[in-house]
């Protein structure tokens, strides 16, 4: 699957409309856990981040007293949503490296550089889902695997059920929030450039953003 050259088609008909169903609490599944709301097995499909609208982005304290920010703007994906058992649901994101940026561009070479991300030997990160349960009544834990500078690690994701809406296209699109904090050193990004006082220049925990808004994709697209 080529995700980088697959191109997204971005009109597409009017979707069907669904009866706006009364809210009931959704009940416990046996092994005491929450059972999936039924308004959202409507959604239940392909989709695909809009990365017009999304954003990938990541954390980091530097120095121990200031945050630095950034984001990845390339990036492709393939989500299956099942809102009837969302243990069926997957995703898969593979991002270029190369298109990491936190607003300073001396910052941003050091990133794609060899001491972080090496974007020239490894111009590819890729998290593909290995497992999706639902915690909450909008909450989801999903698992899967990191692949980043050669090294393939196991990851947590929450993420947060935000809604559904037919935009002004014709295009259904749904909103999802997600975070995980994850050690840098354990993926081969490995620079430790100490301070006077001590402590670490670039912190290793570095915390993962994940703010969707992913269209529904016609098969065949």
Same mark, same amino acid.
């Given at each position: ?16 409309? !669904? ?9 416990? +599944? ?19 981040? /809009? ?8 954390? $980091? ?6 945050? $630095? ?5 390339? !990036? ?5 949503? =099942? ?18 940026? +936190?607003?300073?561009?001396?910052? /941003? ?7 972080? @991300? =090496? ?23 999903? +698992? ?17 059920? @935000?809604?559904? $809406? $037919? ?24 620079? =430790?450039?100490? @301070? ?24 065949? /697209?």
């Amino acid at each position: 699957m080529n995700l980088f050259n697959r191109a997204a088609s971005r009109r597409r008909p009017a979707p069907p409309t !669904y009866p706006q169903l009364p809210y009931q609490p959704p009940p416990f +599944t046996p092994d005491g856990g929450p059972a999936p709301d039924p308004r959202l097995a409507a959604l239940t499909g392909e989709w695909m981040i /809009d990365p017009t609208h999304s954003r990938i982005g990541f954390s $980091v304290r530097h120095a121990l007293v200031t945050t $630095v920010r950034g984001a990845f703007t390339e !990036y492709r994906s393939r989500l299956w949503f =099942d809102g009837r058992d969302p243990a069926r649901s997957r995703a898969e994101i593979v991002l270029s490296t190369a298109s990491v940026r +936190t607003g300073v561009e001396q910052r /941003d070479a050091h990133l794609t550089g060899r001491d972080f @991300l =090496d974007a020239t030997a490894h111009p590819r990160m890729r998290f593909v889902s290995t497992a999706v349960r639902l915690t909450g009544a909008d909450v989801y834990r999903m +698992t899967g695997d990191l692949t980043l500078k050669g090294t393939t690690g196991p990851v947590e994701l929450e993420l947060t059920y @935000l809604g559904h $809406v $037919v935009d002004a296209f014709g295009d259904e699109r749904v909103g999802f929030d997600g975070t995980t904090t994850i050690n840098r050193s354990e993926w081969g990004l490995t620079y =430790d450039q100490r @301070l006077a006082e001590g402590g670490a220049m670039v912190s290793e925990k570095v915390r993962l953003q994940f703010d969707i808004a992913a269209l529904r994709t016609i098969p065949g /697209d």
